[in-house]
């Protein structure tokens, strides 16, 4: 979903499920794609990256899969903790050095 | 704890105020940036650094200044804000090219 005013688009799940964030990115020239999450209080954190050369990547109990036709994006948390509650956007690179944020997506984990 | 250290955590201003945010990394990182972010928002691009010279200025008005003493550190200067400046400063380092930011946890400004 978008993000409408103050509110952003939040995704709750039960401990122990798989979470999928999506994100739809703008530029079609974007080649470098990266997730971060976000803590009450403190700075983007990463998670994971892929390149536009590739359509997926595996890291731990994460996986991202890009799909350049419809420029989206998605993020994969298996196994989702309370933990992993946090906001979660994703960043695309392109023109060298511009990174631009998605609008980002909060996840709520419930115990 | 982030490698990318910020100064100050918090900051309160008035409108007539100069004020000054650090940055500094150890990282050997030769790009350096500074997001500005609004609550529930996402970080928005406001300048970038390349071997300390300005490569980027997203349009940021001028009473935002921007400073790169030296590969390590990173400054904001701050004059004549106004309260919508108000925001979560971060500041954020990478190597050149296509490779991850590395964030600090933030100036939390308020602009009174």
């Known amino acids: 979903g978008e993000s409408v005013g103050l509110h952003l688009p939040t995704l709750s799940v039960q401990e122990g499920d798989n979470s999928i964030i999506n994100c739809a990115y703008s530029n079609s020239a974007s080649d470098y794609f990266i997730w971060y999450k976000q803590e009450s209080g403190k700075g983007p954190q990463f998670i994971i990256d892929i390149r536009s050369n590739m359509d997926k990547r595996q890291g731990q109990r994460v996986t991202v899969l890009l799909n350049k036709t419809v420029k989206h994006l998605s993020l994969q948390i298996a196994a989702t903790q309370p933990g992993d509650s946090a906001v979660y956007f994703c960043a695309e690179i392109y023109n060298f050095n511009k990174f631009y944020f998605g609008s980002g997506t909060k996840l709520n984990v419930k115990p | 704890d982030t490698e990318v250290t910020q100064t100050p955590k918090h900051l309160v201003m008035g409108m007539t105020n100069k004020k000054s945010l650090k940055c500094e990394q150890h990282?050997?990182?030769?790009?350096m940036y500074w997001y500005k972010q609004k609550a529930k928002k996402p970080p928005e691009l406001m300048f970038v650094?390349?071997?300390?010279?300005?490569?980027i200025n997203e349009s940021v008005p001028s009473r935002f200044s921007p400073e790169c003493p030296n590969s390590s550190l990173l400054n904001l200067h701050l004059h004549a804000l106004q309260p919508e400046d108000s925001a979560l400063y971060l500041c954020?380092?990478?190597?050149?090219?296509?490779?991850?930011?590395?964030f600090g946890n933030g100036t939390r400004l308020t602009v009174t």
């Open positions: 650094y390349s071997y300390e010279k300005l490569s």
């Open positions: 990282m050997g990182h030769r790009a």
């Open positions: 954020a380092s990478s190597q050149e090219g296509d490779s991850p930011l590395h």
